[in-house]
């Protein structure tokens, strides 16, 4: 069975840093795209970020500049590395991966980002 294993959230200040990450297991296959997602409260799930297996990458606008993100394939894993953090990118984090044309969801991690 196919997991999607985040960690790395927490508490943050503005303008700190934290970084995601998100481990596959479970698959012997490769993850096409995999990407990040986020829901704040009282909003919709919204996309932060993907990257392809050959790395090509997607970042929303209201991010850009500040999330990075990158995947290790031999791995299986995706990272979002958050810089300048604003109490607007409070949120639970989601990881996503398309295999073989399924979606599967991480459990979620909570970032938070307070003074």
């Known amino acids: 069975q196919v997991q999607l294993v985040e960690s790395g959230g927490g508490l943050a200040r503005p303008g700190g840093s934290l970084r995601l990450s998100c481990s596959v297991s479970?698959?012997?296959?490769?993850?096409?795209?995999m990407g990040w997602y986020r829901q704040a409260p009282g909003k919709q799930r919204e996309l932060v970020a993907t990257?392809?297996?050959?790395?090509?990458?997607n970042i929303v606008d209201s991010v850009k500049g500040r999330f990075t993100i990158s995947r290790d394939n031999a791995k299986k894993t995706v990272y979002l590395q958050m810089s300048n953090l604003a109490p607007e990118d409070t949120a639970v984090y989601y990881c996503?991966?398309?295999?073989?044309?399924?979606?599967?969801w991480g459990q979620g991690t909570q970032v938070t980002v307070s003074s």
């Open positions: 996503n991966a398309m295999i073989v044309g399924y979606s599967y």
């Open positions: 479970g698959s012997r296959f490769n993850m096409n795209v």
């Open positions: 990257i392809t297996f050959g790395g090509s990458t």
